[in-house]
């Protein structure tokens, strides 16, 4: 629905659209800051601007009241200082918050901030065009992330499916390369990068010669 640029990418009625017809269906949904804040307002349900972690909870809470199973808020928009507290600048932005609600159950992920500029797509490398589950998995934009459906396809459950979907997501900023110039892409083959066994585990062919 906003891009990591912050362009709007659905018009207000196709939102609201979005939020009667599908969040009820939803099994998880997987908003940005700018995207929760969107749908909150379009819904017409106050809340508060987001300035430490209780505040980005009870967003996700109220988020979840409209119908999601549960519901990943994402920070990459919204960086945290030491303190958890929302960073003022650059220079004191120190952890990336995601919190995932649902099931009367809060789940936060923290993971260092990255001063990086490839960025650009997470949301849509998270994105599912097709069905994977038989249960109401509803595919939209950003509502279910592949990484998470393929997850949940493999047998696990949902609190598992999105901490490994965000580690992936991570690993893919922290690997990845300079691509021309503006916002690059992350690196979605950095799990190719391990071996199943260490390179040197083995003797060299002359050790093996009688």
Same mark, same amino acid.
């Given at each position: 629905?906003?891009?990591?640029?912050?362009?709007?990418?659905?018009?207000?009625?196709?939102?609201?659209?979005?939020?009667?017809?599908?969040?009820?269906?939803?099994?998880?949904?997987?908003?940005?800051?700018?995207?929760?804040?969107?749908?909150?307002?379009?819904?017409?349900?106050?809340?508060?601007?987001?300035?430490?972690?209780?505040?980005?909870?009870?967003?996700?809470?109220?988020?979840?009241?409209?119908?999601?199973?549960?519901?990943? #808020? $994402?920070?990459?928009? *919204?960086?945290?200082?030491? =303190?958890?507290?929302? @960073? !003022? +600048?650059?220079?004191?932005?120190?952890?990336?918050?995601?919190?995932?609600?649902?099931?009367?159950?809060?789940?936060?992920?923290?993971?260092?901030?990255?001063?990086?500029?490839?960025?650009?797509?997470?949301?849509?490398?998270?994105?599912?065009?097709?069905?994977?589950?038989?249960?109401?998995?509803?595919?939209?934009?950003?509502?279910?992330?592949?990484?998470?459906?393929?997850?949940?396809?493999?047998?696990?459950?949902?609190?598992?499916? #999105? $901490?490994?979907?965000? *580690?992936?997501?991570?690993? =893919?900023?922290?690997? @990845? !390369? +300079?691509?021309?110039?503006?916002?690059?892409?992350?690196?979605?083959?950095?799990?190719?990068?391990?071996?199943?066994?260490?390179?040197?585990?083995?003797?060299?062919?002359?050790?093996?010669?009688?």
């Amino acid at each position: 629905m906003v891009s990591t640029s912050g362009s709007k990418l659905l018009p207000e009625e196709a939102v609201s659209t979005l939020i009667a017809e599908l969040l009820p269906l939803t099994t998880v949904l997987t908003p940005n800051l700018p995207e929760a804040k969107l749908l909150l307002e379009i819904a017409h349900v106050p809340y508060k601007g987001p300035e430490n972690v209780d505040d980005i909870v009870n967003i996700a809470k109220e988020i979840q009241k409209l119908g999601p199973r549960y519901v990943l #808020v $994402k920070g990459g928009h *919204l960086p945290l200082t030491k =303190g958890r507290l929302v @960073s !003022k +600048d650059d220079a004191d932005r120190d952890v990336v918050l995601n919190v995932l609600y649902g099931e009367g159950e809060v789940t936060m992920m923290e993971t260092g901030y990255q001063k990086s500029r490839n960025t650009h797509g997470t949301g849509c490398s998270l994105a599912c065009k097709s069905y994977i589950l038989p249960e109401a998995l509803v595919v939209f934009a950003n509502i279910v992330p592949a990484a998470i459906a393929c997850n949940l396809a493999s047998g696990m459950d949902i609190i598992t499916a #999105v $901490k490994k979907a965000n *580690l992936y997501i991570e690993a =893919g900023i922290k690997t @990845s !390369k +300079d691509l021309g110039q503006g916002s690059g892409p992350i690196n979605h083959f950095h799990s190719t990068y391990t071996l199943p066994f260490a390179p040197y585990a083995f003797p060299s062919p002359s050790h093996l010669v009688p």
